[in-house]
């Protein structure tokens, strides 16, 4: 099994900035794509970035140009820079990788437990 672990949440101000990590762990697999989605209380969770192996990126457009995710494949991580926070980026954030399993024919997602980014106006 993969094993996604977030870390970097906490509270900030309107303005500020915060940078998530997810590290990956387990053997025996591959990772293509890795990402990040968000959750808010009452509501679906959401894209916000997503990274290929090959460093091919993908954003919601409502962090296009305050976020920038990136990734160091040699540690299966991957970081999402968040700038320019508005009290509507407030949730809960979820790591998720696509991982192909050496004794698979077919890659599997797999998600983190999430961590708590609360945005203060």
């Known amino acids: 099994q993969v094993q996604l672990v977030e870390s970097g949440g906490g509270l900030v101000q309107a303005g500020g900035s915060l940078r998530l990590s997810c590290a990956a762990s387990?053997?025996?697999?591959?990772?293509?794509?890795m990402g990040w989605y968000r959750q808010a209380p009452g509501k679906q969770r959401d894209l916000v970035a997503t990274i290929t192996s090959d460093g091919s990126t993908n954003y919601a457009d409502s962090v296009k140009g305050r976020f920038t995710i990136f990734r160091d494949n040699t540690k299966n991580t991957v970081y999402l820079q968040m700038n320019s926070l508005k009290p509507e980026d407030t949730a809960v954030y979820y790591c998720?990788?696509?991982?192909?399993?050496?004794?698979?024919?077919?890659?599997?997602?797999?998600w983190g437990q999430g961590t708590q980014v609360t945005v203060s106006s």
């Open positions: 387990g053997r025996g697999f591959s990772i293509n794509t």
């Open positions: 998720t990788a696509a991982a192909l399993f050496y004794s698979l024919g077919y890659p599997r997602d797999y």
